[in-house]
């Protein structure tokens, strides 16, 4: 079992900057950790993963540039870094751990999730 507890996030305006934090009951070495988002009406999507054994990391062609995903195995903890916010970029941001790295597309498989923490985005 992983607990994940979620930090950070808010309100911010356009083009500002946001750090999202999750923190790990334990040690996920060798999982796969990523960033989801979902917006009012809309289905879950992928945002980021990073394997952390690895460290190669994925994300959603849009937010490629504006969003990093990082990770501290001291702390045992997930981050997302996103600059260049838009108002677009509004939704419910989660985070998520798994084993198997069922990849940004499988949403629905991941085993482990956060809480859940909002993002809005204003003009």
């Known amino acids: 079992q992983v607990q994940l507890v979620q930090s950070g996030g808010g309100s911010v305006q356009a083009g500002g900057s946001l750090r999202l934090s999750c923190a790990a009951s334990r040690n996920t070495y060798n999982y796969c950790m990523g960033w989801f988002r979902q917006a009012p009406g809309k289905e879950r999507e992928g945002v980021a993963s990073i394997s952390t054994g690895r460290g190669s990391t994925y994300y959603v062609d849009s937010v490629k540039g504006r969003f990093t995903i990082s990770q501290d195995n001291s702390k045992n903890t997930l981050y997302l870094q996103m600059s260049s916010l838009k108002p677009e970029d509004t939704a419910m941001y989660y985070c998520?751990?798994?084993?198997?790295?069922?990849?940004?597309?499988?949403?629905?498989?991941?085993?482990?999730w956060g809480q859940g923490t909002q993002v809005t985005v204003s003009l």
């Open positions: 998520a751990a798994d084993p198997r790295c069922p990849g940004l597309t499988n949403s629905v498989t991941w085993i482990y």
